[in-house]
């Protein structure tokens, strides 16, 4: 178990170390943020929560990059909930002023004080298996494209992940319409 735990930091650090340039674009992050969603969702373990506006937002930044973050909080936030608890998920995407805010909410235990400071420092874990390098990894992602990640706990009751990327304007996006003359 040791051995295949060392493997497993050793992937996760190689990932890390060769992790592909970003191939920044424009997109939907609805459509993302739903599919990231999709992957989860028949876990019945959990009662999972998505919250989506109707109108589409667009971001920039590199949407497999934004996906592996989105799957390591859903993820983390599935690893947070004690056996004791029916586990509860939420996902939200909403946007407040010029950002566009990804909100996952778990109630699972919390993270304890003396720990808060640490959790997006490299190989950093509250996990036995884990590598702590999940979070420092979607740190890097989301800071190279000039958004924030930060959460809330509150111990006992859960925790709540923020991914804060800016609105790409799309006034320019649309077309023009020349009138027809007849």
Do not use: C
């Amino acid at each position: 178990q040791q051995i295949d735990n060392l493997s497993k930091i050793s992937r996760e650090f190689a990932n890390f170390v060769k992790m592909p340039r970003a191939d920044n674009k424009k997109f939907v992050i609805n459509s993302l943020v739903r599919k990231s969603f999709s992957l989860y969702k028949e876990d019945d373990t959990v009662n999972w929560q998505m919250d989506l506006p109707t109108n589409e937002y667009i971001v920039f930044g590199d949407s497999n990059h934004i996906s592996r973050v989105l799957t390591n909080l859903l993820k983390n936030a599935k690893e947070a909930i004690p056996d004791s608890r029916k586990g509860e998920i939420k996902l939200e995407l909403y946007q407040q002023a010029n950002k566009i805010v990804i909100k996952v909410t778990d109630n699972g235990e919390g993270i304890p004080d003396d720990k808060v400071e640490k959790v997006f420092v490299p190989n950093f874990t509250t996990k036995r298996s884990g590598t702590g390098l999940g979070l420092a990894i979607s740190k890097s992602i989301i800071n190279s494209i000039d958004g924030e990640i930060y959460f809330e706990t509150d111990l006992g009751v859960g925790t709540k992940f923020f991914i804060e990327l800016p609105l790409v304007n799309t006034e320019h996006l649309k077309v023009e319409r020349k009138p027809v003359i007849s």
